[in-house]
């Protein structure tokens, strides 16, 4: 049996009736998307090195997933400050462009759509990561509790742990949102169609953004608007570039992804999802904090807080983590979301959307291959065609090696 039968089947999540208002068309500013299922940005660590570029393998998963409505693509540094992983993107080197550019050629050629996430990682770094060995970057010296993945002298992975970020100072910002504008005209170059600031998951925006991470007494700490400052600076200098209404912004309101925390989220993200819809933005995109797992109640706080950004933000939301088509067709029908957004499942299942469509079983992913390696886990899950005989389409373009 070769790998690829091994992969295992759920039964089947909910009659294909019940998952109708997944595909009802929607409307996203200029762009007509024929249903409401988003492949969510997912980091996979396989950059061809060195130089952190997309490899040739990332132009065909993508490609494999262009039935999304719309893909986030994978986090991918604005700046060689801004990376926090071994082996992640960058959209900072000619390099980068070029190879990104296979990629939504790719993704447009199988009818897809695919906005580019940009990351600064802030203190979620190592200086084996950054140039020179620095330090990394971030809103106060204050070190996170785990660990960094860098690339060891033989090649290989390692976690190392994190060390003791220096604080950027005041006249560092603009520099900070310069990286952002250089990266977003590089997405351009690149023929993405739009941009997600990644402002999620305890990364350099959402460290300003919360209070657990932001103890600065300048313009960027203390009340919520200094600490959304940068986001919004950022917002507002990309804006000229894409327009606003290609643009997208990723919070994670009670995210508690690298050691995040902040004191009163219902004020803070209440308040950035209010002067987010002043700007116009394609959408805004929440990872889920009231994940819905079955058989487990989201707790009051976590529904209050995604009730509350649904009241404040006037425009597109995506809300993604822990979906299964049954209670993603349940927030689209009682209004609490416009579009769902997708991960794991989207890994392990190119064909996401027909899959939910005609309420097929779904592969189940592999964790062991999510982040590093090669084909395996990343571009050989299988697609229903693929399941019912048919040969996969040819993937990597052999001309661009
Ligand atoms: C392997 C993996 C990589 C991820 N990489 C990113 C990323 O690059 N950017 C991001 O904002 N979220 C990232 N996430 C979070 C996902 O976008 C998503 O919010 C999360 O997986 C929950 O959705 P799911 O339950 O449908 O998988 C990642 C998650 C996984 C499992």
């Known amino acids: 049996m070769d790998e690829i039968t091994e992969v295992r089947h759920t039964p089947r999540a909910a009659p294909a009736q019940d998952t109708d208002v997944l595909f009802q068309p929607y409307r996203l500013g200029r762009f007509r998307l024929p249903h409401r299922i988003v492949m969510a940005p997912l980091t996979r660590s396989r950059a061809r090195q060195p130089g952190n570029v997309p490899s040739a393998l990332a132009a065909c998963y993508y490609a494999q997933r262009a039935s999304a409505a719309l893909i986030v693509s994978e986090a991918t540094q604005v700046s060689m400050q801004g990376q926090g992983y071994a082996w992640t993107p960058g959209i900072h080197s000619r390099e980068q462009v070029e190879a990104w550019r296979q990629v939504t050629r790719a993704v447009h050629q199988a009818g897809g759509l695919i906005f580019n996430q940009l990351w600064h990682v802030g203190r979620i770094s190592h200086p084996a990561l950054q140039p020179d060995n620095m330090l990394p970057v971030a809103p106060s010296a204050i070190i996170p509790e785990g660990k960094a993945f860098i690339e060891n002298e033989r090649g290989e992975g390692e976690l190392v742990p994190f060390v003791r970020p220096r604080a950027l100072t005041i006249e560092e910002m603009p520099y900070v949102v310069a990286q952002y504008e250089r990266a977003a005209r590089n997405a351009q170059a690149a023929d993405f169609d739009g941009v997600e600031i990644h402002a999620a998951n305890g990364y350099l925006l959402d460290q300003f953004i919360e209070t657990g991470t932001n103890r600065r007494t300048d313009p960027y700490g203390g009340p919520v608007e200094n600490r959304a ?34 004191d009163n989220p219902e004020a803070t993200f209440g308040y950035i999802a209010e002067r987010l819809s002043d700007y116009g933005l394609a959408y805004l995109h929440s990872v889920n904090p009231a994940q819905v797992q079955s058989g487990k109640e ?41 579009l769902i957004a997708f991960g794991r499942k989207f890994i392990a299942n190119p064909d996401l959307p027909e899959r939910l469509r005609i309420g097929a079983p779904f592969n189940v992913d592999d964790p062991t291959t999510y982040y590093g390696g090669g084909e395996k886990g990343y571009t050989d899950y299988p697609s229903l065609a693929q399941d019912r005989g048919e040969q996969p389409k040819a993937c990597v373009d052999q001309r661009w090696r």
């Not at 327009?243 to 994670?252: E, H, Q």
């Open 298 to 338: 989201p707790d009051r706080l976590a529904l209050s807080v995604v009730k509350l950004i649904r009241k404040n933000y006037k425009g597109t939301l995506i809300v993604a983590g822990g979906f299964q088509a049954d209670s993603a067709a349940r927030w689209l029908r009682e209004g609490d979301a416009d």
């Open 229 to 262: 400052r940068l986001l919004f600076e950022i917002a507002e200098a990309l804006i000229p570039i894409w327009g606003p209404d290609r643009i997208g912004v990723r919070l994670s309101p009670l995210g508690k992804l690298n050691d995040i925390h902040d």
